[in-house]
């Protein structure tokens, strides 16, 4: 875990500052992300980004998801870490009363620890796919456009995506323009949300519906399928799946068949599935994570040495 993905004249750990931006402004709807800034030394090379999508259905989740995943990523590796929201899907059997979804669940429709934050969970704010999606490609053009203030590399943006998240950074890494992802970490990710043979919860239709809005058309479920986006010839923007076993909440099958239809760009020629304790949460992304760190810094520290591939 210690080491190094860029080569800095300073030794690690790097002092971190933490500030929070608005990225994109709808009517009085003010979207904002954390920028974990490392304090790298002035004249190096621009510095590689990654940034952490979080997951909770499309509904619920905040940006502090991932806890002190983005400070140890900062300090440890001097990437510039931003851990962005963005606009959730609605919750289409809810209970609202005084403009608020009492039910289900326990704040905005959502547990206590998956609360949205900066009322984004109100009714009024939630908006249907794509509407995160565009949101995301916006905070990806934002960076990109500020690359030289920031002193980041406009062509090393990782997206790493948990659940939910991990389908998005799929879609942006399929989109082209200023607003792509230049490589993919995607941890228990649905990739192929046409796919009726895996076995879903019984949750699922519903958690769709809350996605788009209403029951999905089959072109709809395809637009969302980042796996049905990738090329024939399965040229895409470099890609690590981990995921758990005994998921039963997005089968592994998600993440192999991915890895499988988009060949070299697949890192390592695999998805990284990981056999989690029968007590433990097979979809619990900080335990996969945890689980496979090692393989995500190598992921990163390659993506970080390798040439800008032309667009």
């Known amino acids: 875990m210690a080491m190094s993905l860029v080569a ?9 500052t ?29 510095r590689p980004v990654l940034v ?5 259905g499309w509904t619920c989740g905040n940006r502090d998801a991932f806890g002190g995943l983005p ?19 609605p919750i289409m059997e809810a209970t609202v009363q005084a403009g608020r979804i009492v039910s289900p669940g326990t704040d905005d429709g959502c547990p206590a620890e998956t609360a949205p934050r900066d009322q984004l969970g109100l009714p009024g704010r939630r908006a249907p796919f794509p509407a995160a999606l565009d949101d995301l490609q916006v905070m990806l053009r934002q960076l990109r456009a500020h690359a030289a203030p920031l002193r980041i590399d406009a ?63 089959a072109q709809q479920l ?3 399928s980042p796996t049905l986006l990738v090329p024939a010839d399965g040229s895409f923007v470099p890609t690590l799946f981990i995921h758990g076993a005994a998921d039963t909440l997005v089968p592994a099958s998600q993440s192999i068949q991915a890895c499988a239809r988009m060949g070299r760009a697949c890192a390592f ?8 304790s029968p007590r433990a949460n097979a979809h619990d992304a900080m335990l996969l994570l945890q689980s496979r760190w090692d393989d995500v810094v190598r992921f990163m520290a390659a993506f970080v040495a390798a040439p800008v591939p032309a667009r």
């Open 71 to 89: 400070m140890f990523v900062a300090r440890a590796h001097g990437l510039v870490v931003v851990t962005p929201e963005y606009r959730l899907a």
């Open 8 to 16: 800095f004249a300073q030794t690690p750990p790097f002092e971190v």
């Open 155 to 217: 062509h090393r943006i990782a997206v790493l995506g948990a659940s939910a998240g991990g389908q998005l950074a799929g879609l942006l890494a399929a989109r082209v323009g200023d607003g792509q992802a230049d490589a993919v970490i995607s941890v228990a990710g649905p990739w192929n949300l046409t796919d009726t043979s895996m076995p879903a919860p019984a949750a699922a239709p519903g958690i769709l519906r809350n996605l788009f809005g209403g029951p999905p058309t």
């Open 52 to 56: 952490l999508v979080h997951g909770g």
């Open 222 to 224: 395809a637009a969302a």
């Open 269 to 276: 020629g695999r998805a990284l599935i990981v056999d989690t």
């Open 18 to 46: 933490r500030q929070t931006i608005t990225y994109r402004t709808i009517g009085d709807l003010a979207l904002k992300a954390d920028v974990y800034d490392p304090a790298t030394p002035p004249g190096m090379p621009p």
